[in-house]
Nanobody, 124 residues
Framework: QVQLVESGGGLVQAGGSLRLSCAAS????????MGWFRQAPGKEREFVAG????????VYADSVKGRFTISRDNAKNTVYLQMNRLKPEDTAVYYC?????????????????WGQGTQVTVSS
């Protein structure tokens, strides 16, 4: 079993920055894929960014490309999401997800483990 714990959410003004962290514990794996998703009130959960543990290949949703950066620290079993130039429409609960196999997927059903989520609120 893998446990994922997100942190770093909060309230920020538009144009500001936040860095989310996702610490993995339990039966962690050196391969596989990590992803960040978000869910705004009344909307479906959507893919934000993904990264391969080995090699570091990344993929981003068009809505965050150029503003968000996903990275990982293999030694710490931690994945980060650096969010810059935040907009009110980025307001959502952000979830970290892990996939046992290698391959970045944009669909939540392709991920095996999930964190509890962290709230990000961007005020205008």
């Amino acid at each position: 079993q893998v446990q994922l714990v997100e942190s770093g959410g909060g309230l920020v003004q538009a144009g500001g920055s936040l860095r989310l962290s996702c610490a993995a514990s339990g039966r962690t794996f050196s391969s596989g894929t990590m992803g960040w998703f978000r869910q705004a009130p009344g909307k479906e959960r959507e893919f934000v960014a993904g990264i391969i543990w080995s090699g570091g290949l990344t993929v981003y949703a068009d809505s965050v490309k150029g503003r968000f950066t996903i990275s990982r620290d293999n030694a710490k079993n931690t994945v980060y999401l650096q969010m810059n130039r935040l907009k009110p429409e980025d307001t959502a609960v952000y979830y970290c997800a892990a996939r046992r196999t290698i391959g970045i997927r944009r669909t939540e059903y392709d991920y095996d483990y999930w964190g509890q989520g962290t709230q990000v609120t961007v005020s205008s």
